[in-house]
């Protein structure tokens, strides 16, 4: 199987900037597209940003220019580089991998535990 474990959530003023991090690990065969989404309280998951493997990147129209998802396919790790943030970024935030683990013939969804992102006013 493939673990995914978040970092670097917290609290921040608006108009700050957060880093989060997600690293991969397990018995990983190949990662397709990792990425994040986000879940704010009485709303729906929601698709925030994702890279695949070539580096194709695709954002929410929300978050364009304020986030990057830059990803390292060697060590298997995703981040969210988030500046510019804004109360309604506020949060749970997930990290995802498109993946294939050894000894499987699926290619699956996984996700991480989510991370809390709140942006004050």
């Known amino acids: 199987q493939v673990q995914l474990v978040e970092s670097g959530g917290g609290l921040v003023q608006a108009g700050g900037s957060l880093r989060l991090s997600c690293a991969a690990s397990?018995?990983?065969?190949?990662?397709?597209?990792m990425g994040w989404y986000r879940q704010a309280p009485g709303k729906q998951r929601e698709l925030v940003a994702t890279?695949?493997?070539?580096?194709?990147?695709n954002y929410a129209d929300s978050v364009k220019g304020r986030f990057t998802i830059p990803r390292d396919n060697v060590k298997n790790t995703v981040h969210l580089e988030m500046d510019s943030l804004k109360p309604e970024d506020t949060a749970v935030y997930y990290c995802?991998?498109?993946?294939?683990?050894?000894?499987?013939?699926?290619?699956?969804?996984?996700w991480g535990q989510g991370t809390q992102v709140t942006v004050s006013s």
């Open positions: 890279i695949s493997s070539g580096g194709s990147t």
């Open positions: 995802y991998a498109r993946a294939r683990a050894l000894g499987s013939s699926w290619i699956r969804d996984y």
């Open positions: 397990g018995s990983i065969f190949s990662i397709n597209a």
